[in-house]
């Protein structure tokens, strides 16, 4: 049964947005679809309203998260690019998108970080806790963890429910041989946003997103106490990847 709830979900033209938008009908009875870059329009009787701007716009996010129940934000930058832009979409983004979210009730939000956040910690013979301190591996990182600290101090500030989402690597099969680790599937990506929506776990919580993945080097604590239940695993693919490369020191997969 779909849930009867109205959600936000920014970023909605990108990859991640793609994938909810197919898959609505597990999220919501209905959804505002806020993007930068030109959304496909809604097909004959696709409960959502597309709206075109940026995550730095108020005026934009106060139309759309007015009366909403949920905001998904998937927007802004993923991946390296020039400093003043990571830190006006990223981080200035974020918070407005927040601050959006205070100013209209909405108390559930959903945010996208990235394993990058915490990626120069060595992976170790034990999971990486989810809430592990930040420990960028690059610029990106600085700016997914200034939104994690923004998430956390509007969670206690406003006492608003939000979930980040350290996201691993999530397309439709792993591309290279680190991915058989962090691999996040399309169809486990929706689990967890619609997990991340669905828990009664009040505050601010920080979730791996992460596939079943025989190889992960991820907890799988965080997912278990929201009720996100994986049910890929990028073993499936190892063929394609029989080389067997020395792994990465740095969970984010960089070298330095």
Not at 120 to 147: E, I, N, T, W
Not at 204 to 215: C, E, I, K, P, Y
């Amino acid at each position: 049964m779909t849930p009867s709830r109205s959600i936000v979900i920014t970023g909605a033209a990108g990859r991640l947005g793609t994938y909810l938008r197919s898959s609505l009908d597990n999220l919501a009875t209905s959804a505002r679809l806020v993007d930068i870059i030109p959304a496909p329009e809604a097909a004959p009787d696709e409960p959502v309203e597309i709206y075109q701007g940026s995550v730095t716009d108020p005026r934009l996010l106060d139309a759309v998260c007015r009366g909403a129940d949920a905001v998904v934000h998937l927007g802004g930058f993923a991946g390296d690019a020039p400093w003043p832009d990571l830190f006006e979409v990223n981080v200035g983004g974020t918070r407005q998108v927040l601050e959006a979210a205070r100013r209209h009730g909405v108390k559930r939000v959903v945010v996208a970080s990235s394993n990058h956040a915490a990626g120069f910690h060595v992976r170790g013979p034990q999971p990486l806790a989810d809430d592990v301190a930040p420990l960028p591996d690059s610029l990106y990182g600085v700016s997914k963890a200034a939104g994690e600290a923004l998430c956390q101090f509007y969670s206690v500030k406003f006492s608003m429910d939000i979930v980040c989402l350290r996201i691993g690597s999530c397309f439709d099969a792993p591309q290279n041989h680190r991915m058989l680790s962090t691999w996040l599937s399309p169809a486990d990506f929706v689990r967890l946003i619609e997990a991340s929506l669905a828990s009664s776990r009040p505050g601010f919580q920080l979730v791996w997103g992460v596939s079943a993945n025989t190889r992960r080097w991820w907890s799988t604590a965080g997912g278990e106490a929201i009720g996100f239940c994986p049910q890929d695993n990028a073993e499936g693919f190892a063929e394609l990847y029989p080389e067997c490369p020395p792994g990465p020191e740095y969970v984010g997969g960089v070298t330095i």
